[in-house]
């Protein structure tokens, strides 16, 4: 599941992601869908949809930890609606050089049966009550994606993400492909916490009043996607957490599941090292996971386009 997004309360990644959720779906939605959804839908009022320029390519979120002379740990940041064409070159050399693949889900598929479960309102009003007249239009921006009764029952953050998938670039989501490609240079794959944590954390920070509020402000929600592609491709970590790193949402969606991570990261960094992808809000700020490795007393060196050293 990275963190939030732009201005009000957004641009979440918790991460950053949910795989395969429900069927309906179908394929990794990550979290980060929240950023953008929040961020708009926290706003005062609404947001100018200002045009973004491109931006020059900058340093890569990717990060070398390691301790002495031990094994590698490389930290990438991912954004969920990007593909790996935007994936600087730097990191695929990192993980061509790992040995081992990790990522906030791995890519094993869980159990679809058990995720729609996770994604319903089990009893009380369902969102179409809750929404009021609003309810109107979520269904039918939603009519082609998810069934009506089904959509009922859906719990705020599922209809969010949804929502998201309207605007968002249609792309197989970077994280998946760069699994994709562990796989296939024999690379094992594996995972840094369960879909049911990143549903909790989803489940504990997105309201009824976000869902309102970001489908009240959709017509931005594509200029939130362009302002964030630009700021991942210039590497301006300043800019990504504005948008990712929200105060209301930090600390369940990103800063908490970092400490958790933590001795799985050091593990790695005393038993042969990997590849390490999460969403880019994870990495960003004092207690971003480069920081918190860089306090535990290990080397963290920001890595430059084009030179990764083993």
């Known amino acids: 599941m990275a963190e939030g997004h732009g201005r009000g309360m957004p641009w979440h990644p918790v991460g950053r992601v949910v795989r395969a959720i429900a069927g309906a779906v179908g394929v990794v939605a990550v979290v980060a869908a929240l950023v953008v959804l929040l961020a708009a839908g926290c706003a005062a009022k609404r947001p100018a949809c200002a045009i973004v320029a491109p931006a020059a390519p900058g340093p890569p979120l990717l990060w070398r930890v390691q301790r002495d002379a031990g094994p590698i740990v490389w930290l990438y940041g991912t954004i969920h609606d990007a593909s ?16 081992r693949f990790v990522s906030e889900l791995g890519d094993v598929e869980p159990d679809r049966e058990r995720l729609r479960e996770l994604t319903r309102i089990p009893s009380g009003p369902g969102i179409d009550h809750q929404l009021g007249d609003d309810w109107w239009d979520l269904r039918d921006l939603l009519r082609d994606v998810i069934r009506e009764d089904d959509l009922r029952r859906a719990r705020p ?9 309207r605007s968002a670039p249609r792309v197989v989501a970077m994280d998946a492909s760069l699994g994709a490609r562990a796989r296939a240079f024999a690379l094992p794959v594996e995972a840094l916490e369960r879909v049911e944590d990143q549903i909790a954390a989803l489940d504990a920070v997105v309201s009824i009043d976000n869902l309102r509020a970001a489908l009240r402000e959709r017509a931005t929600m594509p200029c939130q996607h362009a302002a964030l592609h630009a700021a991942y491709k210039a590497g301006d970590l300043a800019s990504l957490a504005g948008m990712l790193v929200l105060p209301r949402t930090a600390e369940t ?8 991570w933590l001795p799985v990261i050091e593990r790695y960094l005393a038993e042969g090292g990997a590849f390490v992808a999460v969403g880019a809000g994870h990495l960003l700020g004092e207690q971003g996971l480069p920081a918190l490795l860089a306090r535990a007393g290990y080397t963290v060196e920001r890595a430059a386009e084009h030179r990764v050293t083993r």
Request: hydrophobic share 60%; aromatic share 10%.
């Open 253 to 260: 969606v990103l800063y908490a599941r970092n400490r958790r």
């Open 84 to 99: 790996i064409d935007a994936v600087p070159g730097a990191a695929l050399a990192a993980l061509a050089a790992s040995t």
């Open 157 to 165: 953050w599922y209809a969010l993400i949804l929502l998201d998938r």
